[in-house]
């Protein structure tokens, strides 16, 4: 069965909407995706499809025998889901569906957009215990579900973990605000693919990083990123970078013997004039004369 026929299994638009139309038709594949790759790990929470969904007209939809839990948050606009209890979602409504929860979707209001992911993974299984109809009014939440959409493009071993990852932020998250321990100060909340620009410059600063590499990576533009990164951590995303490499050099220089040279191009920088001149700007001392503070 290839990725459309399961799509089309699980969600049926209303036979009265339009005739001889598929789910699938309905949406935009370029914004809801199929995960390409299978469940490493029955622990991971795992991203089967996703992404965002947009309707200008009214629409009605049918989920019929889902195998997988399913997020559904409302971005804007509000619609009723008719189950065993009519539910009706406004937006920033928030909701988790265990699976084989047969619905039928109905828009109340247009524009609606909204994002829908379905999951697979045992993690799951203690926010789905607990986990009710929550509001989240939170920036952090939304940036969280749109990287999650630009992983499903991605290629690269830790794509699943990062998957994972995000998709338990997301929950605990709601869980928190469901629980009445949500920030007040949500909308200040770093995005995710911010957070994921820190991560990899904590552990990837011996590699070549430029911001170039970064857009590419993360999907956002390069001075989007500088800026949101700078806004949050006080810092551009090239000081900070320097910052890390420094101090690992510091480390090296105190416990080791090896060559200013050798150090330089172990934390990412192989031009050794160019290190001596940021290790001094930081330490108002050469490499040199700090390895010997230290040592003496």
Sequence with gaps: MNQLESLNQIFRLHRLFRQNESFSDSVDLKRFLRNPRDPISPLLLHLHFGGAITYSI?????????????????????????????????????????????????????????????????????????????????????????????????????VPFLISRTLTDILTEAILKQCGSGKSNDDERIPAHIIEMKHIMEHEYQKPLTLDQFERRLLISKYRLCREFSSHFGLSPLQYLNQLRIRESKILLTETEISVHAIACGVGIPNTSHFIKLFKRETHLTPAEYRKSKNS
């Design 58 to 158: 009214p629409t009605t939809f049918e989920c019929i025998d889902n195998p997988y839990y399913l997020i559904l948050y409302v971005e804007k606009g509000d619609v009723l889901l008719n189950s065993n209890n009519g539910l009706q979602l406004v937006a920033n409504d928030f909701i988790l569906l265990p699976p084989h929860t047969n619905f039928r979707f109905d828009t109340k209001s247009t524009p609606c957009l909204f994002h829908m992911f379905l999951i697979s993974g045992t993690g799951i299984v203690p926010f789905a215990d607990s986990m009710r109809q929550v509001s989240l009014n939170n920036a952090h939440v939304i940036s969280q579900l749109v990287y999650l959409h630009r992983l499903l493009s991605q290629q690269g071993n830790d």
